[in-house]
């Protein structure tokens, strides 16, 4: 099962995750790993809806239910108790569940979750656990798995091409303001690049594309310090920056011109 969830699902995921996508686009084996990568300290508002979907997975209903950590409330003697608290709607939304895993309104059973490995141990509380909430159902098991994976690389060759339009690109736009503006001393390139962008925030930017100064900023690096060129991959996209020696330092064009017209 893990094979078959490529770059795009775990895209879409981590996209639900940050707000980025709505989580009521996620496919089954999708809201399997939305449930297992959920902060809860956000709340649960998904879930509201989520446990509500007939092809929501068994086995997701039920790592959803031990998420929300149900043996906590077997400490109460009643639901008065448990009204009382600031738990009360994790408590509903716990019996909700239940219900509707015990009456067999989720009929799909791909992906198994076992609660005994996962959750419970020999000082569990379990006496307000249905019975049916505690075993394993069929299917196959689909742990958590990494949605965000990073990573430094060498550019391949088309990925130089495009850095070196980006600064030659920069190098027009500095000439706009600064028609004599020849790339040569990196220390005065930086100074002028700082200028640029104070001139740029005054005015209109149309097709300018000011974040290309970033490219000539960093090349500056790269040619000052013997930085070299990477990219950062974080497999469900990318972005190039550059590097010393020792991969310690790192600095990376999206960053550099939001600092900059944020000021220094």
Not at 5 to 31: D, H
Not at 147 to 172: G, Q, S, V, Y
Not at 176 to 197: L, R
Request: with cysteine; proline share 3%.
């Amino acid at each position: 099962m893990q094979e078959s969830f490529n770059k795009k699902n775990k895209n879409r995921v981590l996209k639900a995750v940050n707000y980025e996508m709505s989580y009521q686009k996620l496919t089954a084996s999708e809201l399997h790993q939305f449930v297992q990568h959920w902060n809860y300290d956000d709340g649960i508002e998904p879930f509201e809806w989520v446990i509500k979907q007939k092809y929501l997975d068994k086995g997701t209903a039920l790592c959803l239910y031990w998420m929300l950590q149900p043996d906590y409330f077997c400490r109460f003697k009643n639901e008065d108790e448990i009204k009382g608290g600031g738990n009360y709607g994790h408590y509903k939304l716990i019996k909700e569940i239940e219900e509707r895993y015990c009456s067999g309104f989720y009929e799909d059973a791909n992906f198994s979750f076992d609660p005994k490995g996962e959750f419970l141990d020999e000082n569990s509380n379990l006496k307000c656990i249905p019975l049916e909430m505690l075993a394993q159902p069929e299917g196959s098991i689909f742990e958590r798995i990494d949605i965000e994976f990073a990573f430094l690389r060498n550019p391949n060759e088309k990925e130089l091409k495009t850095i070196e339009t980006k600064i030659a690109d920069a190098i027009k736009i500095i000439q706009i303001s600064n028609p004599d503006f020849v790339y040569g001393h990196t220390a005065a390139t930086i100074e002028v690049i700082i200028e640029s962008v104070e001139y740029w925030k005054t005015k209109e930017l149309g097709k300018i594309k000011i974040k290309n100064l970033s490219y000539l900023w960093m090349d500056c690096l790269h040619k000052k310090h013997n930085w070299d060129w990477i990219i950062w991959d974080w497999e469900t996209g990318n972005n190039v920056g550059v590097t010393n020696s020792t991969k310690e330092l790192t600095c990376l064009s999206d960053t550099i011109i939001n600092h900059t017209i944020d000021g220094f």
